[in-house]
T-cell receptor, first 114, second 109 residues
């Protein structure tokens, strides 16, 4: 089954404790992206990657890191989480950067930072 | 700041009616336009894409694009309770994908 898999789905952590949210897709997609969704603000892009070893900042990259060492994986790293990073996070992928609007989303990761 | 604006709703329509969802965008260079549906507690799923001016129909859904007015809409004919969800408008220019905050639609039986 074609899918984008995120883990963990739910996480409660404390300020400053490093965490990683993993994202993996099995569709051989070139393009991958991370979004956060907050009430009233919609989906905002954090980082995106057009292909292996190619990443770039989105609208709200502060406090986040990413890497793309393999085509299928695109982890999101919060080096020192803060309460304002409490949000619902989605990983998404598309066939290529030419189709960046036709996104397949993961199920989401709800993060709470205390 | 490139913006995508949607009426947050909620929009309530009776079963069988036409639901009309609207979206405006600020960047005239935008090239492609999308509608995503998001059920409560779920991830967004793509339901329509439109790339040129005019109408595009897919089953009960019709997307309409007017680039001169920077306006894109989604019509849902014969609305069903299962259409109750939040609808996200998304606008793409090269690698910059912008989402609206979404319109919550409720279809009442």
């Amino acid at each position: 089954e074609a899918q984008v898999t995120q883990n963990p789905r739910y996480l409660i952590t404390v300020t400053g404790k490093k965490l990683t949210v993993t994202c993996s897709q099995n569709m051989n997609h070139e393009y991958m992206s991370w979004y956060r969704q907050d009430p009233g603000l919609g989906l905002r892009q954090i980082y995106y990657s057009m292909n292996v070893e190619v990443t770039d900042k989105g609208d709200v990259p502060e406090g986040y890191k990413v890497s793309r060492k393999e085509k299928r994986n695109f982890p999101l790293i919060l080096e020192s989480p803060s309460p304002n990073q409490t949000s619902l996070y989605f990983c998404a992928s598309s066939l290529s950067y030419r189709n960046t609007g036709e996104l397949f989303f993961g199920e989401g990761s709800r993060l709470t930072v205390l | 700041q490139k913006e995508v604006e949607q009426n947050s709703g909620p929009l309530s329509v009776p079963e069988g009616a036409i639901a009309s969802l609207n979206c405006t965008y600020s960047d005239r260079g935008s090239q492609s336009f999308f509608w995503y549906r998001q059920y409560s507690g779920k991830s967004p799923e793509l339901i329509m894409s439109i790339y040129s001016n005019g109408d595009k129909e897919d089953g009960r859904f019709t997307a309409q694009l007017n680039k001169a007015s920077q306006y894109v809409s989604l019509l849902i004919r014969d609305s069903q309770p299962s259409d109750s969800a939040t609808y996200l408008c998304a606008v793409n220019q090269v690698n910059d994908m912008r989402f609206g905050a979404g319109t919550r639609l409720t279809v009442k039986p």
